[in-house]
């Protein structure tokens, strides 16, 4: 048998669990898809973004009833980022793990051969080079969240996005 939470908000009292699944389908119906997105670029590996995403709605399902709405992706990225981190640390100490091709992407009006090749480029970078990529340009955030949700300074951000914005330009023969 199925345990379920119960959690209490004090605007309308007790939750009960059919209102909590509600909150999880309509988190899930809403963030799953950019979570995701954020996920494969971070990890390079969507069987591995997969896993992380739906591990974040598993690990917060109790609690995104507590969660204000205008809060609830910024939550759900955090806990995203830092799934992720507990599995590149798990990955580091296994070396026998394989890097996989990036298979999704975001749509828009580059050429898709030269988005294959960022994103081939880009999944070349070191983890925390990537991270710091990924988080500014791609999830638009600024520098200060981005070093929150590295849990590192905002030096460390801004250092590690121009080594890797560095190396894509020489990459790709932009030097200027």
């Known amino acids: 048998m199925v345990q379920r939470r119960m959690s209490r908000s004090p605007e309308a009292g007790a939750v009960h ?9 309509v988190a899930f119906e809403e963030h799953y898809a950019p979570l995701l997105r954020l996920s494969i670029l971070l990890s390079g590996d969507r069987q591995a973004a997969e896993d992380v995403v739906q591990e974040a709605f598993v690990r917060s399902s109790g609690h995104l009833g507590d969660v204000p709405v205008e809060r609830l992706r910024s939550y759900l ?4 980022v830092n799934l992720w981190r ?3 640390r798990w990955l580091a100490r296994d070396r026998s793990a394989r890097d996989r091709s990036l298979s999704v992407g975001r749509a828009g009006s580059v050429d898709p051969a030269d988005a294959v090749a960022l994103r081939t480029a880009v999944m070349r ?17 600024p520098e200060r969240e ?3 949700l590295l ?12 080594r890797a914005i560095a190396h894509l330009r020489r990459e790709f023969g932009d030097e200027d």
């Open 146 to 148: 981005v070093a929150a």
């Open 77 to 80: 990225r955090q806990v995203v």
């Open 125 to 141: 970078l070191p983890s925390r080079q990537r991270a710091c990529v990924v988080l500014r340009y791609y999830e638009d955030l």
């Open 86 to 88: 507990d599995r590149r």
């Open 17 to 25: 669990a059919p209102e909590a699944e509600d909150a999880l389908r």
């Open 151 to 162: 849990n590192c300074s905002v030096g460390t951000v801004k250092s590690h996005s121009s």
